[in-house]
Structures are given as structure tokens and as C-alpha cells.
């Protein structure tokens, strides 16, 4: 019983004394908490061996404060310690560190030397890789509790290797206390540091942007003397240290003129506690150019709410001023082109609402002008288009529908033109802009579509003469032998037959000699109508071959389809002579010769068909002519006769 309460009461005591050393590890945390701006400050070099120098005299704090559980056996915080500095300020320094508080405890002595500088060795390479660890995406406050179990577990640890000479009782006493409290001490000291190096960094960033950035910051005491200006401030008035311009005042720094005024309003500030804000200055430079600031400055108030200085920002704002100024010329121009340009120009915003247009614009659309203003939409003044006919070919059936699909186009680049119920055609172009706006330009373009009109029957005009024969109007001899050759090499690669005719008028000089050229020219006119009523396909072709000769060509028409084709115009020929030019005692016949062209044939080009009809040509003329003779394919020296008596 007696050894029991002599245990308890010695297990109060290291409550006591434990509490003592968490005293001290929070005395060495606020130590570098203090310490912290001056440290960041020191090269790393000396900032390492200075917080290894504090920490191994925390540790040896800690140490002196120990609980002595067994002659030369210690209990203390001083892991703590250590892992802390080694987490925070790297190995150097947990080196240093534990090389202080390893010489110290070795000093010391006793039956636990060897449990202590295991204790401290393990409290630095713990540290250490808690350090390794945090630089993880984990945030560092799971780290430091990480580290506080660590460094708790190095007590149990340690504890197991004093087992020898410490009575296990002893030990699970006094090891519940002493692991608890340097977890506590070990995550507290932690927090504190991590805090404070925060605050830090916070305090310098914002020194370091007052103090850099352009714009001129400063505080004034109640009498207007500077108690802090930045950088700007300091060059800005000839100083090259923004320390050197505390306590002066306005006078100091500028003409009297200037400072008086200044002075007058800051003092105005300072008495009624009405901040002044955006008031605009000018100045002028020591080389005669004129400046321009913007000027805020706001009232600084105690606890109690007394005015006691003031903060002000000044902003330079001559680039401002002259881009202004810039602006508003070029913005006069900008009207001033729009107003005298001869197009009209709109602009759509993104959800094509009408937001600008000229005159011109207007003009253009006589009969929506009164909708086409700024606010409108683009399917509104549609609407009003067709409602009201000012554009030609819209679909009445479905005006809302083209409506949408015309101003759809406002998103993407086009160029329409359209025609007005005035006869008039305006060429509309949209190009859409990098904002999501769309711009419009409209311009009259009725002169250059009557032109191009023009232009275009001028070469159609040109197309036809270049292509037919001027007094029969069928196709020339030119066509005639491009398309020839274009149908024959069709028809090949198809595998289908073409049939060419060859016609030739009976004795036509001896008419021509008797009637006059005149009357030659009507005759050849005659066959000509004749062979065209003669044709019933858009695929078939008549031309004129040359004097009073004419060709036609049939494309998927073998010879027997041909030679009735040929019949057919053989019998034209004659009833039109009949009828038109009967009354001066003479008739007009005419001779036909048909080919054949297909795969089965030997005629390879288009010289090779001419020739065959032409060779049943000279067939029908030499057995009596007015008759229709077709060339056999089978046989190119019998030739058929289809009509072998005149006008039968």
C-alpha cells in the first residue's frame, strides 16, 4: 500500500512537471513566432543554424524541467521540439538541433543516455520525413498531426528500450502522461509556428503590394504628415525611400499653391469625417507636360470612432485622358463617315436586336424604315418586309418561317441581294463580329444588275451566234463536229448505236442560177424548218453542213429508226416546197444517206461515220435522187434504198 500512494504521488509530480515543460515548449514556440519576420529575412544559411540553435536550447529547456522516473532516467517534451524544427525549418536544422540536445544529455548521463539519443535521433529523422511528406497535395495540417502521433510513438518506443532499468510499473505510470502531453505539445507548437509563418507571409505580400504597385498610396496623421507612403509616392515627389518622407507635409513636397489647397481639403476630411472621392487634379511636369490624378481619400478612425489621420490612393490618369479624348475625336469621325457614306450600315447585337443604324440604312427600305430603329428585332422588320411587299418573292404561305431562316443569318458570314417592289436590287452583307454583334452593310446595286443582265444576254446572244448558222438557225459546222464526236464516245462507253443522216437539196444550183441568190437563201430556209419539224427529241441535233447540205445526228437510234427519221424529212421537205414556192413551177427534193454507228461496226472515229453516210448520200443520188438511202452495217457495199420513187 505504502509503494502504491509513494507511485501516485509520483505520478502527480510528473503531471506538475510535464505541464512545466509544456511551459516551456509554448515559451519556445512564441519565442519563434516573435522571431519568425527576422528570420525570413537572414540568409538560409543562418536562418537554419538559427532555428537549430533555438530549438536544441528548447530541447535542453525541456531537459531541465525533466521528471526523473529512475536515477539517470528523464521523462520530458524535448521530441517535440526537435521533430518540429526539422518539419519546419528541414534536416539542417533538426541536426543542429539534436547534436545541442544529444551533447547536453550526454553531459547529463546516467543509465539512460543511450534511450535519450535515441529519443532525439528519431524525433529529427520523424521531422524530416513529415517534411518529405508534406509537400503532398495532403494539406500540411494533416501532416503536423501526423506528426504529433509520430513523435508520441517515439515515446512508447523510447520507453520499451528502457525496460531493463525501469520497473515496468514505473513505466505504465508514467508513459500515459508523458505520451499525451507531447502529442499535445508536439501538434500545439505546430499549429502555432504554421500560424505564425501564415501571417507572415500574409503581412509581407501586402507590404510588398503597397509597396510596388502603381498607384500612389499613403497615410496622413491629423496635421497631414506622412506616416507611410509606397514606392510610387516616394519617386513620384524625388525620394528614393519612401522612410524619407515621414512626418512631412505637402509643403514640403510641392509649390504653395498646390500644398494649400491640398491641406485644405485633407483638413476638411479630418473635420467632418466625409471621405472625398474621385477628385480629379492636374499638374504639370518639370518638363512642361501636363498630367492628370484621380484622387480618393477616406477618413481613419480610432476604436472610439475619433478621426485621428487618413489613407488616400491616387491614381494617375493621364494615358486615360488622352485615350479619352482619342476616343471622342474618332468617334466624331465615326459619325461623321457614317452620316456621308452612300451605304447603309446596321448592327445587331448577339440576340439580333437592332442597336445602330444610319440613314442610309433606312433609305434603302422605304416602306419598313418606320421599323427599322435601335431595339427592334431582325424577324420584326422582316415581318414588316413581307407584310408590306417592299421585297419581292417572299413566300406569303410562310412568313414567319422564312422570317426565322433569314435572320438566323445574322450569325454567320453571307452576301444576298434582293429585289425591292421599286425594281431597285440592294446587296446585303453580314460579317459577325468578335462580341457576337453582327454588322450589315446594304448597298444599291440596280445599275449593276441591269448591267450584268445586259452582259448576261449580250453573251448568250454572242453563245447563240458563235453556235448556229446565221440564215437557217440551226447549229453549225462546228457544233456539229463536237458533238458528234461527244455522242459517238457516249454511245460507245452505254453500248448504244447512233445514226447520223446526211441531206443534200436536189439541184439547188441550177435553182439558185435560175432564182437568184434570194430565192436560194428562202429555199434553204424552207429545209431548214423542215428538218427541225422533222426532229421530235431535245437530243437529237440539225445542222448545216455546208451550203446545201445539212447533217443530223441521233444519238440511241440504230439505222432503221434513222432511215424513218430520214423518210420523215424527205417528205417534209417536199410538202413545205409544195406550199411555199410551188407557184413558180418548181419543186424542191432532197437526198438523204444514213449510217449507223455501234460496237459491232469497224468505224472507230467520227471522219469514218461521215464518210459512209456520205457514201449513201452519193447511193441515193445516183439512183435518182428525192430518196432516202441508209448504208448497211453488215455489208458497207450493198446499200438499202428505203424510197426508190420520187414523192412516193
Same mark, same amino acid.
Not at 155 to 175: G, H, N, P, Y
Not at 545 to 554: D, N, P, Q
Given at each position: 500500500?505504502?509503494?502504491?500512494?509513494?507511485?501516485?504521488?509520483?505520478?502527480?509530480?510528473?503531471? @506538475?512537471?510535464?505541464?512545466?515543460?509544456?511551459?516551456?515548449?509554448? /515559451?519556445?514556440? %512564441?519565442?519563434?513566432?516573435?522571431?519568425? &519576420?527576422?528570420? &525570413?529575412?537572414?540568409?538560409?544559411?543562418?536562418?537554419?543554424?538559427?532555428?537549430?540553435?533555438? !530549438?536544441?536550447?528548447?530541447?535542453?529547456?525541456?531537459?531541465?524541467?525533466?521528471?526523473?522516473?529512475?536515477?539517470?532516467?528523464?521523462? &520530458? /517534451?524535448?521530441?517535440?521540439?526537435?521533430?518540429?524544427?526539422?518539419?519546419? %525549418?528541414?534536416?539542417?536544422?533538426?541536426?543542429?538541433?539534436?547534436?545541442?540536445?544529444?551533447?547536453?544529455?550526454?553531459?547529463?548521463?546516467?543509465?539512460?543516455?543511450?534511450?535519450?539519443?535515441?529519443?532525439?535521433?528519431?524525433?529529427?529523422?520523424?521531422?524530416?520525413?513529415?517534411?518529405?511528406?508534406?509537400?503532398?497535395?495532403?494539406?500540411?495540417?494533416?501532416?503536423?498531426?501526423?506528426?504529433?502521433?509520430?513523435?508520441?510513438?517515439?515515446?512508447? !518506443?523510447?520507453?520499451?528500450?528502457?525496460?531493463?532499468?525501469?520497473?515496468?510499473?514505473?513505466?505504465?505510470?508514467?508513459?500515459?502522461?508523458?505520451?499525451?502531453?507531447?502529442?499535445?505539445?508536439?501538434?500545439?507548437?505546430?499549429?502555432?509556428?504554421?500560424?505564425?509563418?501564415?501571417?507572415?507571409?500574409?503581412?509581407?505580400?501586402?507590404?510588398?503590394? /503597397? !509597396?510596388?504597385?502603381?498607384?500612389?498610396?499613403?497615410?496622413?496623421?491629423?496635421?497631414?504628415?506622412?506616416?507611410?507612403?509606397?514606392?510610387?509616392?516616394?519617386? @513620384?515627389?524625388?525620394?528614393?525611400?519612401?522612410?524619407?518622407?515621414?512626418?512631412?507635409?505637402?509643403?514640403?513636397?510641392?509649390?504653395?499653391?498646390?500644398?494649400?489647397?491640398?491641406?485644405?481639403?485633407?483638413?476638411?476630411?479630418?473635420?467632418?469625417?466625409?471621405?472625398?472621392?474621385?477628385?480629379?487634379?492636374?499638374?504639370?511636369?518639370?518638363?512642361?507636360?501636363?498630367?492628370?490624378?484621380?484622387?480618393?481619400?477616406?477618413?481613419?478612425?480610432?476604436?472610439?470612432?475619433?478621426?485621428?489621420?487618413?489613407?488616400?490612393?491616387?491614381?494617375?490618369?493621364?494615358?486615360?485622358?488622352? /485615350?479619352?479624348?482619342?476616343?471622342?475625336?474618332?468617334?466624331?469621325?465615326?459619325?461623321?463617315?457614317?452620316?456621308?457614306?452612300?451605304?447603309?450600315?446596321?448592327?445587331?447585337?448577339?440576340?439580333?436586336?437592332?442597336?445602330?443604324?444610319?440613314?442610309?440604312?433606312?433609305?434603302?427600305?422605304?416602306?419598313? %424604315? @418606320?421599323?427599322?430603329?435601335?431595339?427592334?428585332?431582325?424577324?420584326?422588320?422582316?415581318?414588316?418586309?413581307?407584310?408590306?411587299?417592299?421585297?419581292?418573292?417572299?413566300?406569303?404561305?410562310?412568313?414567319?418561317?422564312?422570317?426565322?431562316?433569314?435572320?438566323?443569318?445574322?450569325?454567320?458570314?453571307?452576301?444576298?441581294?434582293?429585289?425591292?417592289?421599286?425594281?431597285?436590287?440592294?446587296?446585303?452583307?453580314?460579317?459577325?463580329?468578335?462580341?457576337?454583334?453582327?454588322?450589315?452593310?446594304?448597298?444599291?446595286?440596280?445599275?449593276?444588275?441591269?448591267?450584268?443582265?445586259?452582259?448576261?444576254?449580250?453573251?448568250?446572244?454572242?453563245?447563240?451566234?458563235?453556235?448556229?448558222?446565221?440564215?437557217?438557225?440551226?447549229?453549225?459546222?462546228?457544233?456539229?463536229?463536237?458533238?458528234?464526236?461527244?455522242?459517238?464516245?457516249?454511245?460507245?462507253?452505254?453500248?448504244?448505236?447512233?445514226?447520223?443522216?446526211?441531206?443534200?437539196?436536189?439541184?439547188?444550183?441550177?435553182?439558185?442560177?435560175?432564182?437568184?441568190?434570194?430565192?436560194?437563201?428562202?429555199?434553204?430556209?424552207?429545209?431548214?424548218?423542215?428538218?427541225?419539224?422533222?426532229?421530235?427529241?431535245?437530243?437529237?441535233?440539225?445542222?448545216?453542213?455546208?451550203?446545201?447540205?445539212?447533217?443530223?445526228?441521233?444519238?440511241?437510234?440504230?439505222?432503221?429508226?434513222? !432511215?424513218?427519221? %430520214?423518210?420523215?424529212?424527205?417528205?417534209?421537205?417536199?410538202?413545205?416546197?409544195?406550199?411555199?414556192?410551188?407557184?413558180?413551177?418548181?419543186?424542191?427534193?432532197?437526198?438523204?444517206?444514213?449510217?449507223?454507228?455501234?460496237?459491232?461496226?469497224?468505224?472507230?472515229?467520227?471522219?469514218?461515220?461521215?464518210?459512209?453516210?456520205?457514201?449513201?448520200?452519193?447511193?441515193?443520188?445516183?439512183?435518182?435522187?428525192?430518196?432516202?438511202?441508209? &448504208?448497211?452495217?453488215?455489208?458497207?457495199? @450493198?446499200?438499202?434504198?428505203?424510197?426508190?420513187?420520187?414523192?412516193?
Amino acid at each position: 500500500m505504502a509503494l502504491c500512494k509513494d507511485l501516485e504521488k509520483r505520478v502527480t509530480a510528473t503531471w @506538475h512537471e510535464l505541464v512545466a515543460n509544456l511551459a516551456v515548449v509554448a /515559451l519556445f514556440a %512564441a519565442i519563434w513566432f516573435q522571431l519568425t &519576420d527576422w528570420l &525570413d529575412d537572414q540568409p538560409r544559411a543562418l536562418r537554419k543554424l538559427a532555428v537549430g540553435g533555438l !530549438a536544441g536550447v528548447g530541447a535542453i529547456g525541456t531537459m531541465f524541467m525533466a521528471v526523473e522516473v529512475a536515477p539517470g532516467v528523464f521523462f &520530458d /517534451l524535448r521530441a517535440g521540439i526537435i521533430s518540429v524544427a526539422a518539419f519546419f %525549418a528541414g534536416p539542417v536544422s533538426g541536426i543542429i538541433a539534436a547534436a545541442i540536445a544529444i551533447t547536453y544529455r550526454v553531459l547529463e548521463g546516467g543509465s539512460g543516455v543511450y534511450a535519450g539519443v535515441f529519443y532525439i535521433s528519431a524525433a529529427v529523422l520523424i521531422g524530416w520525413a513529415m517534411r518529405v511528406g508534406a509537400r503532398s497535395p495532403t494539406p500540411s495540417s494533416i501532416w503536423l498531426v501526423n506528426l504529433a502521433l509520430a513523435t508520441s510513438v517515439v515515446v512508447l !518506443a523510447t520507453a520499451l528500450l528502457l525496460r531493463t532499468s525501469v520497473d515496468d510499473a514505473v513505466i505504465r505510470e508514467f508513459m500515459p502522461p508523458t505520451t499525451l502531453l507531447s502529442f499535445v505539445a508536439t501538434l500545439i507548437m505546430g499549429l502555432a509556428i504554421r500560424k505564425g509563418r501564415m501571417v507572415v507571409r500574409e503581412r509581407r505580400i501586402l507590404a510588398a503590394a /503597397l !509597396a510596388q504597385t502603381p498607384e500612389f498610396i499613403y497615410v496622413k496623421d491629423a496635421s497631414s504628415r506622412f506616416i507611410a507612403a509606397n514606392h510610387a509616392v516616394a519617386r @513620384h515627389n524625388g525620394f528614393t525611400d519612401p522612410r524619407q518622407m515621414i512626418g512631412l507635409t505637402d509643403r514640403d513636397i510641392t509649390d504653395k499653391e498646390h500644398a494649400d489647397r491640398l491641406l485644405a481639403q485633407e483638413q476638411q476630411i479630418i473635420e467632418t469625417g466625409q471621405p472625398t472621392l474621385d477628385v480629379e487634379e492636374e499638374e504639370v511636369d518639370d518638363y512642361g507636360e501636363k498630367r492628370c490624378f484621380r484622387s480618393s481619400k477616406v477618413p481613419v478612425r480610432d476604436r472610439d470612432g475619433h478621426v485621428m489621420g487618413l489613407a488616400g490612393v491616387t491614381v494617375e490618369t493621364t494615358h486615360l485622358k488622352r /485615350l479619352e479624348t482619342e476616343l471622342i475625336e474618332s468617334r466624331d469621325r465615326l459619325s461623321l463617315a457614317l452620316s456621308e457614306m452612300s451605304d447603309g450600315l446596321a448592327v445587331f447585337d448577339s440576340m439580333g436586336y437592332l442597336v445602330f443604324c444610319n440613314e442610309q440604312y433606312r433609305s434603302n427600305f422605304p416602306l419598313s %424604315a @418606320h421599323v427599322r430603329v435601335p431595339g427592334v428585332h431582325v424577324n420584326e422588320i422582316l415581318r414588316e418586309c413581307a407584310r408590306t411587299g417592299e421585297q419581292v418573292d417572299v413566300p406569303q404561305d410562310d412568313v414567319e418561317g422564312w422570317a426565322e431562316r433569314v435572320g438566323s443569318l445574322l450569325r454567320i458570314p453571307n452576301v444576298v441581294t434582293v429585289e425591292l417592289f421599286d425594281g431597285r436590287f440592294v446587296q446585303i452583307r453580314n460579317r459577325p463580329a468578335p462580341n457576337d454583334s453582327s454588322i450589315v452593310m446594304v448597298t444599291d446595286v440596280t445599275d449593276l444588275k441591269l448591267a450584268e443582265k445586259a452582259l448576261i444576254e449580250a453573251n448568250a446572244d454572242l453563245s447563240r451566234q458563235a453556235s448556229t448558222d446565221a440564215l437557217t438557225g440551226l447549229a453549225n459546222r462546228r457544233v456539229f463536229d463536237e458533238t458528234l464526236a461527244r455522242d459517238m464516245a457516249r454511245c460507245g462507253r452505254a453500248g448504244t448505236p447512233l445514226s447520223l443522216i446526211l441531206l443534200d437539196v436536189d439541184h439547188f444550183k441550177r435553182y439558185n442560177d435560175t432564182y437568184g441568190h434570194q430565192a436560194g437563201d428562202e429555199c434553204l430556209v424552207m429545209v431548214a424548218d423542215a428538218i427541225k419539224g422533222g426532229l421530235h427529241r431535245p437530243a437529237d441535233l440539225a445542222a448545216r453542213y455546208g451550203g446545201e447540205e445539212f447533217a443530223v445526228i441521233l444519238p440511241e437510234t440504230d439505222s432503221e429508226g434513222a !432511215a424513218a427519221v %430520214a423518210e420523215r424529212i424527205r417528205q417534209a421537205i417536199t410538202a413545205a416546197s409544195i406550199v411555199r414556192i410551188g407557184s413558180i413551177g418548181t419543186r424542191i427534193t432532197a437526198s438523204l444517206g444514213v449510217a449507223e454507228y455501234n460496237l459491232d461496226t469497224a468505224l472507230a472515229t467520227p471522219a469514218d461515220l461521215i464518210r459512209d453516210a456520205d457514201a449513201a448520200l452519193y447511193a441515193a443520188k445516183t439512183n435518182g435522187r428525192d430518196r432516202v438511202v441508209v &448504208d448497211k452495217v453488215d455489208n458497207p457495199r @450493198h446499200r438499202l434504198v428505203v424510197n426508190n420513187k420520187p414523192g412516193g
